[in-house]
């Protein structure tokens, strides 16, 4: 196969671009880097499309691996022709390639193996000839014998249709002409094992959904419905048509004696074999799109999260909220530095509040806290009121903002942890997590698995391999899109960046503690283990903001530092002004001396072209300065308080298949149902939504004994 062509194809590009993405993957190149510095080799894909483009390749030579596999194995069998040859070629998937080669697939004891033990085949290849004045009783007489098990002629003609069934199932073609009806007419069908049994799946008691239409969060309901043993679940369709298919397959209308026996044989192939192995098939692609769609919106929300712009410059005070061990307290200057722990007991006697309110203003007031950062968890809304009602008496204006502690946990008990805390209890680990991933959301996540952080849906239902893979690769864009501080970066974070592994990233931090903070990106390749492949695809990544060369504090690549200075002299600036760092004005320069000539002038593409001008415009830019600043709040809400109508702010924490969940300052998130989201017909929330969007709504309906909170973003007043 000609990967090129076919992958031009599917993704809509030239082949030109196909085959340089291919040979640059082939030769070892991260995606980041692909995607960030050689533009011009495929026309300015994204990262994600060039990932995709990536799996996609991935699995076409795995096809092409068992087309070979099963042609070998075949040949082995000495059942291989040029037909069967030219129909392994011509196959476009691998159902294609096991249903050729399910009729020569070693079979277990089956009902068919049995039959022709008993020397029964002959007779079934003869009813299936269905040749004029052939008598199938008088002929199955021949086959009767006592030592084979084989009675009466009737049972010989049973063991002969065991056998038709066997070859029916094993057909390739009619399989392919089955799965589009099952596709097409097939409904999805749960009911309840026990109906007086109270579950969270009795909306799936008694329910049915057409298979082209059912949406993928509800196959991944009634998955864990029927894993959890709640639910029965199956495709129902009527059987007429798919009969009709293998009648006309089979009988040739010669020999009504033959076509009877042939239709029992046919019936027998469907029901039995057919039906439910072409359900399987058709459960397990719903099962495998509902899980890569989650898996797209986890990886959008994992996206978003990651990318939550830094609360810069600010004194973050960190707490663990918890009931009988007390709410854990962590107090970290600007830079995540350690200044303070202790435990406080806001949820205990009077009397240890008001000890804990005053442990907290003295804290606010020896470290100039700024912002106070609450976990969500257990006891959060309890803490959120006490903060509420504390920062009042501060004396100096000082907010708070509640977040997912979803994670911290996982992260204090970590070798990490241990490594960057040890002077600090496991607990007071949280603390610390929970203040500094206000801070900088990107560098404290990193440090935790993906599928931790707990903005997807269904994720512990997903394929471990595949969605690890997905978050990985969203973990790994987010960070190469932002860069690292080479100085500052803990080995988490370096680990994630463009061409490096945890030795060489266990390197760069030892590297970094015997000789101090390196002086320019050059200085990386002193590292031990890190070699010019390495340098290539990290050094653009990670920035120096230290150097003396501004250079190394931009996302420009350091195979580009020539045509960068050059660029800055063609566009007027002196050596003064290029030391200094300032060119603010670069852009409009660029565009005066015209952006095509300029491009040749330097023998770089205008993508390049761009990317620098837009680095050295803003040196040390960050793109999540970009994004939506998260919302502060300085009073709480309690259920309590909404009423129908209400309108209020919040902040969107997860978008899934059928609405978002919203914070609006409550213990409770809130749902914004897809039908509420706005006026216009969408398919999915995250077409107009997405983590970390501020959105004003409108309460519908509190329910405050089954704590749900129902909102509307329509009609709501843009004041």
């Given at each position: 196969?000609?990967?090129?062509?076919?992958?031009?194809?599917l993704?809509?590009?030239?082949?030109?671009?196909?085959?340089?993405?291919?040979?640059?993957?082939?030769?070892?190149?991260?995606?980041?880097?692909?995607?960030?510095?050689?533009?011009?080799?495929?026309?300015?894909?994204?990262?994600?499309?060039?990932?995709?483009?990536?799996?996609k390749?991935?699995?076409?030579?795995?096809?092409?691996?068992?087309?070979e596999e099963?042609?070998?194995l075949?040949?082995?069998?000495?059942?291989?022709?040029?037909?069967?040859s030219?129909?392994?070629?011509?196959?476009?998937?691998?159902?294609?390639?096991?249903?050729?080669?399910?009729?020569?697939k070693p079979?277990?004891?089956?009902?068919?193996?049995v039959?022709k033990?008993?020397?029964?085949?002959?007779?079934?290849?003869?009813?299936?000839?269905?040749?004029?004045?052939f008598?199938?009783?008088?002929?199955?007489?021949?086959?009767?014998d006592?030592?084979?098990?084989?009675?009466?002629?009737?049972d010989?003609?049973?063991?002969?249709?065991?056998?038709?069934?066997?070859m029916?199932?094993?057909s390739?073609?009619?399989?392919?002409?089955?799965r589009?009806?099952f596709?097409?007419?097939?409904?999805?069908?749960?009911?309840?094992?026990?109906?007086?049994?109270?579950?969270?799946?009795?909306?799936?008691?008694?329910?049915?959904?057409?298979?082209?239409?059912?949406?993928?969060?509800?196959?991944?309901?009634?998955n864990r419905?029927?894993?959890?043993?709640?639910?029965?679940?199956?495709?129902?369709?009527?059987d007429?048509?798919?009969?009709?298919?293998?009648?006309?397959?089979?009988?040739?209308?010669?020999?009504?004696l033959?076509?009877?026996?042939?239709?029992?044989?046919?019936?027998?192939a469907?029901?039995?074999?057919?039906?439910p192995?072409?359900?399987?098939?058709?459960?397990s692609?719903?099962?495998?799109?509902a899980?890569?769609?989650?898996?797209?919106?986890?990886?959008?929300?994992?996206?978003?999260l990651?990318?939550?712009?830094?609360?810069?410059?600010?004194?973050v005070?960190?707490?663990?909220?918890?009931?009988?061990?007390?709410?854990?307290?962590a107090?970290?200057?600007?830079?995540?530095?350690?200044?303070?722990?202790t435990?406080?007991?806001p949820?205990?006697?009077?009397?240890?509040?008001?000890q804990?309110?005053?442990k907290?203003?003295?804290?606010?007031?020896?470290?100039?806290?700024?912002?106070?950062?609450?976990?969500?968890?257990?006891?959060s809304?309890e803490?959120?009121?006490?903060?509420?009602?504390?920062i009042?008496?501060?004396?100096?204006e000082?907010?708070?903002?509640?977040?997912?502690?979803a994670?911290?946990?996982?992260?204090?008990?970590?070798?990490?942890?241990?490594t960057?805390?040890?002077?600090?209890?496991?607990?007071?680990?949280?603390?610390?997590?929970?203040a500094?991933?206000?801070?900088?959301?990107?560098?404290?996540?990193?440090?935790?698995?993906?599928?931790?952080?707990?903005?997807?849906?269904?994720?512990?239902?997903?394929p471990k391999?595949?969605?690890?893979?997905?978050?990985?690769?969203?973990?790994?864009?987010?960070?190469?899109?932002?860069?690292?501080?080479?100085?500052?970066?803990?080995?988490?974070l370096?680990?994630?960046v463009?061409?490096?592994n945890?030795?060489?990233?266990?390197?760069?931090?030892?590297?970094?503690?015997?000789?101090?903070?390196?002086?320019?990106?050059?200085e990386?390749?002193k590292?031990?283990?890190?070699?010019?492949?390495?340098?290539?695809?990290?050094?653009?990544?990670?920035r120096?903001?230290?150097?003396?060369?501004?250079?190394?504090?931009?996302?420009?690549?350091?195979e580009?530092?020539?045509t960068?200075?050059?660029?800055?002299?063609?566009?007027?600036?002196?050596?003064?002004?290029?030391?200094?760092?300032?060119?603010?004005?670069?852009?409009?320069?660029?565009?005066?001396?015209g952006?095509?000539?300029?491009?040749q002038?330097?023998?770089?593409?205008l993508?390049?072209?761009?990317?620098i001008?837009?680095?050295?415009?803003?040196?040390?830019?960050?793109?999540?300065?970009?994004?939506?600043?998260?919302?502060?709040?300085?009073?709480?809400?309690?259920?309590?308080?909404l009423?129908?109508?209400?309108?209020?702010?919040g902040?969107?924490?997860?978008?899934?298949?059928?609405?978002?969940?919203?914070?609006?300052?409550?213990?409770?998130?809130?749902?914004?149902?897809?039908?509420?989201?706005?006026?216009?017909?969408?398919?999915?929330?995250?077409q107009?939504?997405?983590v970390?969007?501020?959105?004003?709504?409108?309460?519908?309906?509190?329910?405050?004994?089954?704590?749900?909170?129902s909102l509307?973003?329509?009609?709501?007043?843009?004041?």
């Open positions: 196969m000609d990967y090129s062509v076919t992958l031009s194809q993704f809509d590009i030239k082949e030109e671009y196909a085959k340089n993405i291919i040979a640059l993957l082939d030769d070892g190149n991260t995606i980041p880097f692909i995607a960030r510095y050689r533009k011009e080799m495929h026309g300015s894909m994204d990262d994600q499309r060039i990932r995709e483009f990536s799996e390749l991935e699995y076409l030579r795995g096809l092409d691996k068992r087309r099963i042609r070998g075949i040949e082995a069998q000495q059942n291989l022709t040029e037909e069967i030219a129909s392994l070629d011509k196959a476009q998937t691998l159902s294609e390639l096991e249903d050729i080669y399910r009729p020569f079979k277990r004891k089956t009902r068919a193996f039959a033990q008993r020397g029964l085949e002959p007779l079934a290849l003869e009813i299936i000839k269905q040749e004029k004045g008598e199938p009783m008088e002929y199955a007489c021949r086959f009767v006592s030592e084979k098990e084989v009675p009466t002629a009737q010989a003609v049973k063991g002969a249709m065991d056998i038709i069934a066997e029916l199932s094993d390739a073609a009619i399989r392919k002409h089955l589009p009806i596709r097409k007419e097939g409904m999805l069908k749960a009911s309840a094992v026990d109906k007086e049994q109270e579950s969270v799946y009795t909306n799936y008691y008694d329910y049915s959904e057409p298979v082209k239409k059912i949406a993928g969060h509800r196959v991944l309901a009634v419905g029927e894993k959890e043993g709640f639910l029965k679940v199956g495709i129902s369709l009527d007429e048509q798919p009969l009709n298919v293998i009648y006309r397959a089979l009988d040739k209308g010669t020999n009504p033959c076509s009877d026996i042939l239709r029992e044989a046919g019936e027998d469907y029901t039995r074999l057919i039906f192995s072409i359900e399987r098939e058709i459960r692609e719903l099962t495998e799109t899980c890569e769609n989650a898996m797209k919106v986890f990886a959008s929300n994992l996206k978003q990651l990318m939550q712009p830094p609360v810069k410059g600010k004194t005070l960190g707490l663990d909220p918890g009931y009988r061990t007390g709410c854990k307290v107090v970290v200057d600007d830079t995540g530095k350690v200044l303070d722990t435990v406080i007991y949820t205990h006697s009077e009397t240890k509040i008001a804990s309110k005053r907290l203003l003295e804290l606010i007031k020896k470290h100039n806290v700024d912002i106070i950062s609450i976990g969500n968890g257990t006891a809304k803490t959120e009121m006490f903060a509420a009602d504390a009042k008496e501060a004396g100096r000082v907010y708070y903002m509640v977040v997912s502690e994670g911290a946990s996982v992260y204090s008990a970590s070798k990490l942890a241990a960057e805390l040890p002077e600090l209890d496991l607990t007071l680990r949280s603390a610390v997590s929970i500094r991933r206000l801070q900088d959301p990107l560098a404290e996540l990193v440090k935790i698995e993906p599928k931790a952080i707990g903005v997807g849906q269904y994720q512990h239902d997903m391999k595949r969605l690890e893979e997905t978050l990985d690769g969203v973990v790994e864009d987010c960070v190469n899109s932002v860069g690292a501080d080479l100085n500052t970066a803990s080995p988490a370096l680990l994630r463009s061409g490096l945890s030795t060489v990233c266990n390197n760069i931090v030892a590297y970094r503690e015997e000789n101090g903070a390196f002086s320019s990106r050059a990386l390749k590292v031990p283990k890190l070699g010019p492949k390495a340098f290539e695809q990290c050094a653009g990544f990670l120096v903001p230290e150097s003396r060369n501004p250079l190394d504090n931009t996302g420009v690549h350091p580009s530092y020539a960068a200075k050059e660029l800055l002299k063609t566009a007027g600036y002196t050596d003064e002004q290029i030391k200094s760092a300032k060119f603010s004005d670069l852009a409009q320069r660029v565009k005066q001396l952006t095509k000539e300029l491009s002038k330097l023998s770089i593409g993508p390049t072209l761009d990317d001008v837009k680095e050295l415009s803003k040196p040390g830019r960050d793109p999540r300065d970009e994004m939506p600043k998260p919302m502060l709040r300085s009073d709480v809400l309690d259920i309590k308080d009423k129908e109508g209400m309108e209020l702010t902040t969107v924490r997860n978008v899934i298949d059928f609405g978002a969940f919203v914070d609006i300052g409550v213990h409770q998130d809130g749902l914004v149902h897809i039908s509420q989201i706005c006026d216009k017909f969408i398919k999915h929330p995250s107009v939504l997405k970390g969007d501020i959105v004003k709504v409108k309460i519908i309906s509190v329910d405050i004994k089954k704590n749900r909170i509307s973003m329509r009609d709501v007043s843009s004041k």
